[in-house]
């Protein structure tokens, strides 16, 4: 059982060492990539716990779908829009969802979250990308999280976030990016909650910005 993000970005040099993140942490995506980075990709995937014993086997169990969402804030912190497999493109065009995975069966991103930075509203100051399980089920049918953070040019690993696995909770606010003074940067947050849609998690979220 793991999940994985994984944040992908265009441009990048060849002789970066990746950056471990710890939570609260930030980079600058120009800066700690060595190049200016427009075109993102936020990649979830996910598989689920296998159930022990032959009685839980004669259930089968049923599957946790997990959501990826990116809201958007202006800089008075109110929310602009959204991206989710309801609305899968964001009002301007420059952020796209790739649809809804229900199951997280195979290898690789199961849902995805395209951001084109350079195309984004100029009000829009922070962009925040969480998951949360549309059934209700609680994290510890999963475990493994991680964000990284990999150069699309040189397909190597930028930065990675590693998630503790498990908990109580329904959703999670997973990672931030923010414009500060013209330089977009990035925060993990890993901060848990309890929502079945990013909607119930704005009042989370918003003190996070």
């Known amino acids: 059982m793991s999940i994985f993000l994984k944040l992908i970005f265009s441009g990048g040099r060849k002789d970066y060492m990746p950056i471990n993140l710890s939570k609260g942490q930030r980079i600058s995506l120009e800066k700690d990539s060595g190049a200016k980075?427009?075109?993102?990709?936020l990649g979830l995937g996910w598989d689920q716990k296998q159930n022990k014993g032959w009685f839980s086997s004669l259930l089968g169990g049923d599957e946790v779908d997990l959501d990826a969402s990116c809201i958007m804030f202006n800089d008075q912190k109110e929310m602009v829009d959204s991206v989710w497999f309801r609305q899968l493109y964001s009002k301007d065009g420059s952020v796209r969802h790739s649809g809804d995975n229900r199951t997280g069966e195979g290898i690789g991103d199961d849902e995805q979250i395209f951001v084109n930075l350079s195309n984004l509203p100029?009000?829009?100051k922070y962009l925040i990308f969480t998951i949360n399980s549309f059934t209700g089920d609680s994290f510890e049918?999963?475990?493994?999280?991680?964000?990284?953070?990999?150069?699309?040019?040189?397909?190597?690993?930028i930065a990675r976030?590693?998630?503790?696995?498990?908990?109580?909770?329904?959703a999670q606010v997973m990672v931030k990016l923010y414009n500060h003074e013209n330089e977009w940067k990035l925060q993990a947050i890993g901060e848990p909650a309890q929502a079945t849609t990013f909607?119930?998690?704005?009042?989370?979220?918003?003190?996070l910005l």
């Open 37 to 41: 980075l427009n075109k993102v990709v």
């Open 122 to 124: 100029k009000d829009i």
């Open 141 to 157: 049918s999963i475990s493994n999280a991680f964000c990284r953070l990999v150069d699309t040019n040189s397909g190597k690993e």
């Open 161 to 170: 976030y590693n998630l503790t696995g498990g908990g109580n909770h329904t």
């Open 199 to 207: 909607r119930d998690m704005v009042p989370t979220i918003k003190s």
